[in-house]
């Protein structure tokens, strides 16, 4: 970062002077630290040089009953650069294995990611504070445990993006500059994310214990993951076959909203596959603008496995591994295990297809069911598939102009035709035009994190230090729903010379 660094900040530091202590306010209460020792390293962040705060998310502070000011003094700043261990703090790295790209990977672990603690937030929630790019671990493999700006810009974007769309996800509490560099391709400057999540539990933290054979720790983090996230689970007859229900059920919801949008993950690895149901790991991770059922944008996704259109059964796929950890605690009788958990996983489509159609309902302001839904909304991707209309833009024309969605079909003779059906079912519905459009409107986003607006931004930072282009992009994400002209550069689909074509993960 240059010597002008100081004067793009988004926020304003305040002299430690004048903040009382850290241990007044961050109340850490680190029940994954409670767990034995072979669910995690402890070990502290490794300090950087010269670390400079981007941004601070004010609102998620308050959430998390932190105190904003005390986070942007010098104190504030040294503990999310992990130069300072607040009190309270149990730092730790931790430990999961799993299935990458398909291929078992029977060691992963936060390679580059510092657990500082768990929070109760002011809905009674725990919430994980994580710093991620924070130095090396146990699992780093060889790499660096750092990362570049880049990553850490986009997935602040596309996290805080996801939060005001309605997707569960992490969160990025703040963006730091370390003042040092990292080599990838080229020679980088380094940043810091403060990732907030209900839990970093994983379904690769079940396989790392299961394939060691340790299924007495199998069966206490199931425990864990019951009393944190599931708590019904514990009255149930079967009370691991009631998680794996849950854990089923809240992943078909997810991917389901990621559907509807049009969010490609691009790493849905195992060790990336939440157990508590939320959207993790924001790597080469995107928005696809124009509809393409089969799109990829991740770099190392050279099969195409994690395609749109595969996102669902591949998800499927996760929840079967997460099954098989399951087994050994559902009963005593291995065919009768076998036989719930088969259950259990069969049940993921008609799950997902439910969430999905009620999704596309909403797109297309339908307030009551009718068999042939499903059928509806796929003949209008099919029709926009074949015309390269732009997702966002097509649904959210049908919600306020429909004559400028009419404009985005070359074959204006199969949107005519589309157009009749959908009207003849609104008409059938008995809504009026005024809620049918607010339903509409509410489930179909004017904004969306574009690519090239996410790469002409981290450009900005990189290339001329100038922040004011994210600060911009994470403001105005804040309401993907308002329409505002003063905004329509975000809106508008990339030119010839923008498409992006591929993502990268950044590691």
């Known amino acids: 970062m240059n010597e002008h660094s100081n004067s793009l900040l988004a926020v304003k530091k305040i002299p430690s002077s004048e903040v009382i202590r850290r241990s007044e306010n961050i109340h850490f209460d680190n029940s994954y630290a409670r767990l034995p020792s072979v669910f995690y390293q402890k070990l502290s962040p490794t300090p950087v040089k010269n670390p400079q705060l981007l941004r601070l998310n004010t609102p998620l502070a308050e959430e998390l009953e932190l105190n904003a000011m005390q986070l942007q003094s010098d104190t504030g700043l040294a503990m999310l650069a992990g130069n300072k261990i607040p009190a309270g703090s149990e730092p730790l790295a931790m430990a999961y294995a799993g299935h990458q790209f398909g291929n078992w990977v029977p060691q992963l672990g936060d390679g580059r990611a510092v657990l500082l603690g768990e929070v109760m937030d002011i809905r009674g929630q725990r919430q994980d504070i994580q710093l991620k790019g924070a130095g090396r671990t ?22 805080e993006a996801m939060a005001a769309l309605g997707v569960p996800t992490t969160r990025a509490l703040a963006a730091v500059a370390t003042g040092e560099f990292v080599q990838r391709e080229t020679r980088l400057p380094g940043g810091i994310l403060t990732r907030i999540a209900t839990s970093h539990i994983r379904v690769g933290t079940f396989q790392y214990f299961l394939a060691r054979g340790d299924i007495e720790s199998v069966r206490m983090l199931a425990g864990h993951v019951i009393d944190r996230h599931y708590p019904a689970a514990r009255n149930a007859e079967r009370p691991a076959l009631a998680l794996l229900d849950a854990v089923v059920k809240t992943q078909a919801s997810l991917i389901a909203h990621w559907q509807s949008i049009g969010f490609i993950h691009g790493v849905m690895n195992t060790d990336n596959s939440s157990i508590a149901g939320i959207t993790i790991d924001y790597g080469p991770c995107a928005f696809m603008d124009d ?16 395609a749109f259109c595969n996102q669902p059964s591949i998800a499927q796929w996760n929840m079967s591994n997460f099954a098989q950890c399951m087994l050994p605690l559902i009963d005593d009788d ?39 839904d499903q059928d509806l909304a796929s003949e209008l991707l099919t029709l926009m598939e ?34 009749s059906h959908w009207q003849h079912r609104l008409v059938a519905s008995n809504c009026t035009i005024e809620s049918q459009q607010a339903m509409m409107q509410a489930a179909n986003p004017y904004l969306i994190p574009r690519n090239h607006q996410i790469e002409a931004v981290i450009q900005a930072a990189i290339d001329d230090n100038d922040f004011d282009p994210f600060n911009r992009m994470v403001d105005v994400l804040a309401a993907p729903y308002i329409e505002n002209t003063a905004y329509a550069d975000l809106a508008s689909p990339p030119g010839a010379d923008e498409i992006v074509q591929q993502t990268f993960c950044g590691t």
Do not use: C
Not at 295 to 300: C, G, H, L
Not at 390 to 413: C, G, H, I, K, P
């Open 138 to 159: 146990t699992w780093s493999r060889g790499g660096d445990g750092r990362s570049s700006i880049g990553p850490v810009l986009r997935e602040y974007i596309v996290s």
């Open 291 to 306: 509809y393409n059922s089969a799109k990829v944008f991740s770099s190392i996704d050279h099969g195409s496995r994690y």
């Open 334 to 372: 291995e065919q009768a295990s076998i036989h719930h958990a088969q259950a259990s996983i069969d049940a993921f489509p008609e799950l997902y297809k439910e969430a999905y159609t009620q999704r596309m309902r909403d797109k297309l302001g339908l307030p009551d069911n009718k068999i042939n």
């Open 386 to 419: 074949t015309a390269g209309a732009d997702f966002t833009l097509t649904f959210r024309a049908l919600s306020t102009d429909v004559a400028t969605a009419r404009t985005y079909f070359e074959n204006a003779a199969g949107f005519d035709e589309w157009l």
